[in-house]
């Protein structure tokens, strides 16, 4: 099985995190509106883990922006 891309996993990092901290949202309160664990919105953060299509689409909706602009290397 291919490895993720780590620009991929780079990009959505920085994007979550962007877009958490202009939400005003803490880790702990992205994870409660998302259905998800705190320390797995970290290792996303951290670009430590490979977010699932499911989980992308979670955190797209929370954020109102598009799976395309959590994935976005250019922002």
Do not use: W
């Not at 780079?10 to 962007?18: E, F, G, I, S």
């Not at 202009?22 to 919105?41: P, V, W």
């Not at 996303?44 to 955190?59: D, F, H, P, Q, Y």
Request: overall charge positive; hydrophobic content about 40%; some cysteine.
């Amino acid at each position: 099985m291919r490895k993720p891309s780590k620009e991929i996993l780079a990009a959505l990092a920085k994007n979550v995190r962007r877009f958490r901290l202009e939400n005003d949202m803490s880790q702990e309160l992205l994870a409660e509106k998302c259905g998800l664990h705190r320390t797995y919105i970290g290792s996303i953060e951290r670009g430590e883990r490979n977010a699932t299509l499911s989980t992308l689409e979670v955190l797209a909706e929370t954020f109102n922006v598009s799976i395309a602009q959590l994935l976005n290397n250019n922002e």
